[in-house]
């Protein structure tokens, strides 16, 4: 059973950083191409960072040059660094598996980690 364990969201002033971090089980975590998404209120879910299993990254351009993803295929984790954090990244973040072009790859999400972005 696919299970995506999200931690590390939390309330931050704008020009902040958090780290999060995605801990995966129930798949081979290591043929994967993993990726952060986040979703707003009223808003649809996008991606914000990929990695393929080779470590080719993957930003859109909200976030290129703030946000960097890395991944441990030893300890089956995908973390997810936010430096400069403005009120538009304000989400829930989820973590998945991803298949081309960077579409969510399994569809029991995470419970996700709510990250809230204000003075």
């Known amino acids: 059973q696919v299970q995506l364990v999200e931690s590390g969201g939390g309330l931050v002033q704008p020009g902040g950083s958090l780290r999060l971090s995605c801990v995966a089980s129930?798949?081979?975590?290591?043929?994967?191409?993993m990726a952060w998404y986040r979703q707003a209120p009223g808003k649809e879910r996008e991606l914000v960072a990929g990695i393929t299993s080779g470590g080719r990254t993957k930003y859109p351009d909200p976030v290129k040059g703030r946000f960097t993803i890395s991944r441990d295929n030893a300890k089956k984790t995908v973390d997810l660094q936010m430096n400069s954090l403005k009120a538009e990244d304000a989400a829930v973040y989820y973590c998945n598996a991803a298949t081309g072009p960077w579409r969510p790859y399994f569809t029991n999400w995470g419970q996700g980690t709510q990250v809230t972005v204000s003075s």
């Open positions: 129930g798949f081979t975590f290591s043929d994967n191409a």
